[in-house]
């Protein structure tokens, strides 16, 4: 079983930035690939970013290239995701997500955390 726990939402003006951060706790010599969804209101849960089991590949959906950047601490199994040049279309819920193998599907991924709010006024 992996807990994620999330962290560093909040609300900002448009053109702010923000850092998320997630650790997965996973028993010891256990990796994971990890990623990063969002969901805005009344809107389905959407991929931002991934990246994989070593931290070596990291893909992004198209909309978020060039502002927001992932990277991963692979010692205490932390991901960050920095938000730069936020535009109102990024208000969501945003949840981290962990599995043996990273992918771009809600589905691809067991385990979840919480959430957490970003919210971007205009």
């Known amino acids: 079983q992996v807990q994620l726990v999330e962290s560093g939402g909040g609300l900002v003006q448009a053109g702010d930035s923000l850092r998320l951060s997630c650790t997965a706790s996973?028993?010891?010599?256990?990796?994971?690939?990890m990623a990063w969804f969002r969901q805005a209101p009344g809107k389905g849960r959407e991929y931002v970013a991934a990246?994989?089991?070593?931290?070596?590949?990291?893909n992004y959906v198209d909309f978020v290239k060039g502002r927001f950047s992932l990277s991963r601490v692979m010692a205490n199994n932390t991901v960050f995701l920095q938000m730069n040049s936020l535009k109102p279309d990024d208000t969501a819920v945003y949840y981290c997500?962990?599995?043996?193998?990273?992918?771009?599907?809600?589905?691809?991924?067991?385990?979840w955390g919480q959430g957490t709010q970003v919210t971007v006024s205009s």
């Open positions: 997500a962990a599995e043996s193998v990273s992918g771009r599907l809600r589905a691809d991924y067991r385990y």
């Open positions: 990246v994989n089991y070593n931290g070596e590949l990291v």
């Open positions: 996973a028993r010891p010599g256990d990796t994971y690939a």
